[in-house]
């Protein structure tokens, strides 16, 4: 059985800056890990992957320069650092794991993975 176990969410101030973090437990191996959010009324969409052995990464546009996302595979944990926050980054935030190879994929759509975390609230106040 997989987990993924969220935290780092909350309230914060347009500009500003949150990290969040999310550590899978009982996956045998890991080929990617990838944050989606998912605003009221709208559909969840992509942020940000990265592999677990090269560290390849890949953003949505309009978070390019300001997230960034990074791992610790000792840890099996994938963390999103957001900075200059802006109030469209309003949303819930889910954490994602892909456990095997995959071609021609950018990892870009929600059905690539296999599992998914709990969500994480990120409110940016103006």
């Known amino acids: 059985q997989v987990q993924l176990v969220e935290s780092g969410g909350g309230l914060v101030q347009a500009g500003g800056s949150l990290r969040l973090s999310c550590a899978a437990s009982?996956?045998?191996?890991?080929?990617?890990m990838g944050w989606f959010r998912q605003a009221p009324g709208k559909e969840r969409e992509f942020v940000a992957a990265?592999?677990?052995?090269?560290?390849?990464?890949d953003y949505t546009d309009s978070v390019k320069g300001r997230f960034t996302i990074s791992r610790d595979n000792a840890k099996n944990t994938v963390y999103l650092q957001m900075n200059n926050l802006e109030q469209e980054d309003t949303a819930v935030y889910y954490c994602?794991?892909?456990?095997?190879?995959?071609?021609?994929?950018?990892?870009?759509?929600?059905?690539?993975?296999?599992?998914w975390g709990q969500g994480s609230q990120v409110t940016v106040a103006s």
């Open positions: 990265i592999t677990r052995r090269g560290g390849s990464t």
């Open positions: 994602a794991v892909r456990l095997s190879f995959i071609v021609n994929s950018m990892l870009r759509r929600p059905n690539e993975y296999n599992y």
């Open positions: 009982g996956p045998r191996s890991i080929y990617a």
